[in-house]
T-cell receptor, first 118, second 115 residues
Framework: KQEVTQIPAALSVPEGENLVLNCSFT??????LQWFRQDPGKGLTSLLL?????REQTSGRLNASLDKSSGRSTLYIAASQPGDSATYLC?????????????????FGKGTSLLVTP | DTAVSQTPKYLVTQMGNDKSIKCEQN?????MYWYKQDSKKFLKIMFS???????INETVPNRFSPKSPDKAHLNLHINSLELGDSAVYFC??????????????FGSGTRLTVV
């Protein structure tokens, strides 16, 4: 079964720093990988979607990369702001025939809790 | 113009009761899901439906029964509620089983508390 790991579990940085969140997954047979943000007590907001054929996606100060062969993705946040404080979740969508009985559904990591201090 | 909407947002009920959570999406997606987020904030798939057909049924007690009257709606009925069912339940949808061009869209969640 696809296992998704996120490192670090928690991160605290001063405002203005650039930072990298890491995600690794055990089975490289994926359709895509999606990064989400979750604020306390709220739902999930999609940040970036990377299809298996893509290497990276960018949106504003966010850049996500995907190295499918090594089972890794990184989310880069430039010039962090206090408003970026949230939990960031990485999720992979296993591909057909991957053997996972949770195929056709996102498998989530446990998240990185980010605090950006003023 | 909410894309994926769930009702109710909060649900407090006693052990042994039966309750339902409703989900609707107006994105024209074919696939819908129920996820459970436990007290440690880990999100786990429960069910998925594609065009009203059940695709995934994870190891979930039989007390949980999803129903999809049409591809825009996926409801979750829970019988004989137990304390351990307390969690946040998220509905989600995607264009198709692969996630499509835009990935998954999630609802805002239903916080279920069983007392």
């Amino acid at each position: 079964k696809q296992e998704v790991t996120q490192i670090p579990a928690a991160l605290s940085v001063p405002e203005g720093e650039n930072l990298v969140l890491n995600c690794s997954f055990t089975d490289s047979a994926i359709y895509n990988l999606q990064w989400f943000r979750q604020d306390p007590g709220k739902g999930l907001t999609s940040l970036l979607l990377i299809q298996s054929s893509q290497r990276e996606q960018t949106s504003g100060r966010l850049n996500a990369s995907l190295d499918k062969s090594s089972g890794r993705s990184t989310l880069y946040i430039a010039a962090s702001q206090p408003g970026d404080s949230a939990t960031y979740l990485c999720a992979v969508n296993p591909a057909l025939g991957s053997g996972s009985n949770s195929g056709y559904a996102l498998n989530f990591g446990k998240g990185t809790s980010l605090l950006v201090t003023p | 113009d909410t894309a994926v909407s769930q009702t109710p947002k909060y649900l407090v009920t006693q052990m042994g009761n039966d309750k339902s959570i409703k989900c609707e999406q107006n994105l024209g997606h074919d696939t819908m899901y129920w996820y459970k987020q436990d007290s440690k904030k880990f999100l786990k798939i429960m069910f998925s439906y594609n065009n009203k057909e059940l695709i995934i049924n994870e190891t979930v007690p039989n007390r949980f029964s999803p129903k999809s009257p049409d591809k825009a709606h996926l409801n979750l009925h829970i019988n004989s509620l137990e304390l351990g069912d307390s969690a946040v339940y998220f509905c989600a949808s995607s264009q198709d089983l692969t996630g499509g061009d835009y990935g998954y869209t999630f609802g805002s969640g239903t916080r279920l508390t069983v007392v």
